[in-house]
Nanobody, 123 residues
Framework: VQLQASGGGLVQAGGSLRLSCTAS???????MGWFRQAPGKEREFVAG????????YYANSTKGRFTISRDNAKNMVYLGMHRLKPEDTALYFC??????????????????WGRGTLVTVSS
């Protein structure tokens, strides 16, 4: 299983970005998550969803502004980010979890991580 995140960049506060995660070798048993890590901070959950079930989960800080989605035919997972804030600045990672949706918010439970993509939101 391999993951690769892309789509990061520099955006002004209030703007939008869409991150993409290319997934290869995944099966329908995997849960997909997006996490982020800002300098000097721990990695935190952003959003997650089951690969096949479509149920979505969000952090309180991103709910209503971010949307996780997937395209199974293309083996892609996306994170749409809107009304971005400077505090959203971080390195964003996609990850895959086999243990089940109940662990969707726990980074230590994830089995596979892609390289991050940097999102910088200017004020």
């Amino acid at each position: 299983v391999q993951l690769q995140a892309s789509g990061g960049g520099l955006v002004q506060a209030g703007g939008s970005l869409r991150l993409s995660c290319t997934a290869s070798g995944l099966s329908s048993n995997y849960v997909m998550g997006w996490f982020r890590q800002a300098p000097g901070k721990e990695r935190e959950f952003v959003a997650g969803m089951s690969w096949s079930g479509g149920v979505q989960y969000y952090a309180n800080s991103t709910k209503g502004r971010f949307t996780i989605s997937r395209d199974n035919a293309k083996n892609m997972v996306y994170l749409g980010m809107h009304r971005l804030k400077p505090e959203d600045t971080a390195l964003y990672f996609c990850a895959a979890l086999r243990s089940g949706i109940r662990w969707v918010r726990v980074p230590e439970k994830y089995d596979v991580w892609g390289r991050g993509t940097l999102v910088t939101v200017s004020s």
